[in-house]
């Protein structure tokens, strides 16, 4: 075996715990709401370790959605006010965000161990964009989004087969030609494994490319995985 192969089951053994982890939400009902992660978690896991002018210049005159959001609205050093300080049309979409946004000291706890520099603003600029729906009742025309990015939820979160054809049919419909999902983290694919035929249907629309994103100094915040681009076919 070699050091990669290593590294690639210990990454598979570390997502299968926090599917465990998953369902212990599951079962006890908590409450979950995201860790606010910071515009450093995503130029790295989702543009190569690019510089924010570099992200930020790619994704000028795009329409860019982040699926499962969380607190990144109100998050000081997050992609979200990045992109609204550059003037980039982002949009962060989660159900919790209907309602009054309530922080308990799980929330604020989870937020530090993520994303220590984070200061969060009920008020912050561009908050306005934040959108409650679920990713697969996505509130956007056909072929009307450039960019999709969806961290710590498909494939982790959500693993029921039939529900991810349901949630990459709707990315397909909003998605422009040739528009990409972004999505991390998750195991290597491998299509011939799907058993639902609606979810092998619905993932044959896009070309997949993926890379092995090796652990770094921080790895408890970047654990070793595989990163994926879902392209939609022309």
């Known amino acids: 075996m070699t050091a990669f192969d290593g590294q690639e089951r210990a990454a598979d053994a570390l997502l299968g715990m926090f599917r465990v982890y998953r369902r212990a939400y599951d079962t006890f009902r908590?409450?979950?709401i995201s860790t606010?992660?910071?515009?450093?978690?995503y130029r790295r896991v989702f543009f190569d370790g690019q510089?924010?002018?570099?992200?930020?210049g790619g994704l000028a005159g795009k329409l860019v959605v982040d699926i499962g959001c969380g607190l990144t609205p109100f998050t000081s050093n997050s992609m979200f006010r990045a992109c609204h300080d550059a003037g980039i049309e982002f949009y962060g979409v989660d159900p919790k965000m209907n309602g009054q946004l309530r922080l308990g000291h799980f929330d604020r706890l989870k937020i530090y161990f993520n994303n220590?520099?984070?200061?969060?603003?009920?008020?912050a600029p561009g908050a306005e964009r934040r959108v409650a729906a679920y990713a697969h009742q996505l509130p956007f025309d056909d072929a009307s989004?450039?960019?999709?990015?969806?961290?710590?939820?498909l494939f982790i979160?959500?693993?029921?087969?039939a529900a991810l054809a349901e949630i990459f049919a709707e990315f397909h419909r909003v998605l422009k030609?040739?528009?990409v999902l972004r999505q991390y983290p998750m195991t290597k694919w491998r299509p011939e494994l799907l058993a639902d035929a609606a979810w092998r249907e619905v993932s044959s629309r896009f070309e997949i490319t993926q890379r092995f994103l090796r652990p770094?100094?921080?790895w408890w915040n970047v654990p070793p995985s595989y990163t994926g681009t879902f392209t939609k076919k022309s």
């Open 36 to 41: 606010g992660r910071s515009f450093e978690f």
């Open 157 to 161: 979160w959500i693993e029921d087969e």
């Open 216 to 218: 770094g100094l921080h």
């Open 51 to 56: 510089s924010e002018a570099e992200v930020l």
């Open 116 to 123: 220590p520099r984070a200061r969060l603003d009920r008020n």
């Open 145 to 153: 989004v450039d960019v999709i990015l969806s961290s710590w939820l």
């Open 177 to 179: 030609p040739g528009g």
């Open 30 to 32: 908590l409450p979950v």
